[in-house]
């Protein structure tokens, strides 16, 4: 089993900041893909960004250039720096890791979740 915790969210105002993290114990795989994913009320999942074992990234168009992925692999922890935060960045973040151990099967486990609140 694995296991996901979250932390870093919180009320902040607009053009703000936070960095949010995660950190995955358990029976981890690697290499692995870690992301954080984000619900905001009446609207469904939605990636922001992720990140390979290797660094590879990728990012949802409406946060580029103001949101940086990185990972610390030692630490199986997922970091997510968030810039020029505006009120539509509201929404409960969760953290992701998944992995294909066997292919085609992917392993996926989520994080509890972490609000994120941009308001003046």
């Known amino acids: 089993q694995v296991q996901l915790v979250e932390s870093g969210g919180g009320l902040v105002q607009p053009g703000g900041s936070l960095r949010l993290s995660c950190a995955a114990s358990?029976?981890?795989?690697?290499?692995?893909?870690m992301g954080w994913y984000r619900q905001a009320p009446g609207n469904q999942r939605e990636l922001v960004a992720t990140i390979t074992s290797a660094g590879s990234t990728n990012y949802a168009d409406s946060v580029k250039g103001r949101f940086t992925i990185s990972r610390d692999n030692a630490k199986n922890t997922v970091y997510l720096l968030m810039n020029s935060l505006k009120p539509e960045d509201t929404a409960v973040y969760y953290c992701?890791?998944?992995?294909?151990?066997?292919?085609?099967?992917?392993?996926?486990?989520w994080g509890q979740g972490t609000q994120v609140t941009v308001s003046s």
């Open positions: 992701n890791i998944k992995w294909t151990a066997i292919v085609p099967i992917w392993t996926s486990y």
């Open positions: 358990g029976s981890i795989f690697s290499p692995n893909v």
